[in-house]
């Protein structure tokens, strides 16, 4: 059973990597804290008495379930907001733009301040963010989970719902996708 | 995977870790409330694990240790016991006490009636019963 340190060290240790998560997969900063903080709450009520070990898939699969349920009432409240008059349409697309465009000015902005080196290695850090967004959305879950979460294959397909076998076609594809688009940006890491 | 495609994942993956110190601190401050309220809400397993072996240890009742307690403590366990069975036992006795007695009742109705008992198991003698008490229906 996870004691209450154990379980605050386990969020601790994956809390920013599952907030970047969410925000590749749903694009916005506030909704991905808002799905991190409810896949934190689901985890803690439902399997808290969980031993440590199994915390990380359990954690995992709350997650990407939680992101789903995202996408669903989005979904839904898109459609609803469309029948009153199409206002849901263009809010999205401002988000969108509005979103992109913060990254790339603070981006300057923090650059500006620092010496040319470190302006190289957060444009670099931000390119391979910016890379690592476009990737198809199973793609990217995959290539996530296997070399950032530090899951194993069975764990990954547990996770995502899907075969061993995908698993490994989804990453393989998101290597080379990320290998093609670094290298027509000059990247070299 | 190929060994270059591997290594490749691993430096992405370490440019992905590096990043996250860059985070704002108002994300990394909302994350540890998020964090806070998760364990605020974490399944309460001790308490429950804790109450378990209390009862374990300490069942509600325990013959063995009546007899260590002193003559006093020994008769007020004892007492309240001993007049919970007499009143059951009491309370059984009277009920069939008062059964039988209305058993009696009817038997002694039964054959004190100027009707003779044979008469109940004749089938005539129902049928003729039907019959008195459809006519003063039939007479309405």
Known sequence: MATDKELNDFLESVERRAFKQAAYAVRKDEAALDIVQDAMIKLAEKYGDKPPAELPALFQRILQTTILDYFRREK????????????????????????????EAEEGTAAAESSADHVERAQTLQLIDDEIQKLPTR????????????????????????SEGSVKTHCSRATHTLAAALEAKGIKL | MKTDDINLAYKIRHALNENLD????????????????????????????????????????????????????RVAVIAPLVAM????????????EQHAGDLAELDAAVLSDDLPLTAYTDSGFNAYLVQQQQQPQRAQ
């Not at chain 1, 898109?78 to 992109?100: H, P, Y």
């Not at chain 1, 879950?141 to 397909?157: C, H, I, K, N, S």
């Not at chain 2, 109450?51 to 007899?67: H, K, M």
């Not at chain 2, 069975?85 to 069939?96: F, N």
């Open chain 1, 76 to 103: 839904v409240r898109n459609t609803w907001v469309t029948l009153f008059g199409g206002l849901g349409r263009r809010d999205d697309d401002d988000d969108d733009f509005d979103i992109l465009n913060s990254y």
């Open chain 1, 139 to 162: 793609q990217r879950e995959a290539f996530l989970m296997r070399y950032w979460q530090d899951m194993d294959v069975a764990e990954t397909a547990e996770a995502m719902g899907c």
């Open chain 2, 22 to 73: 860059n985070l704002p601190a108002s994300t990394t401050e909302r994350l540890a409330a998020a964090r806070a309220a998760a364990l605020a809400r974490k399944k309460a397993d001790a308490p429950v694990r804790a109450a378990a072996q209390a009862g374990r240890q300490r069942p509600s009742f325990e013959l063995r240790s009546v007899f260590a307690m002193p003559w006093l403590g």
């Open chain 2, 85 to 96: 069975v007499a009143g059951l036992a009491g309370i059984y006795q009277a009920e069939h």
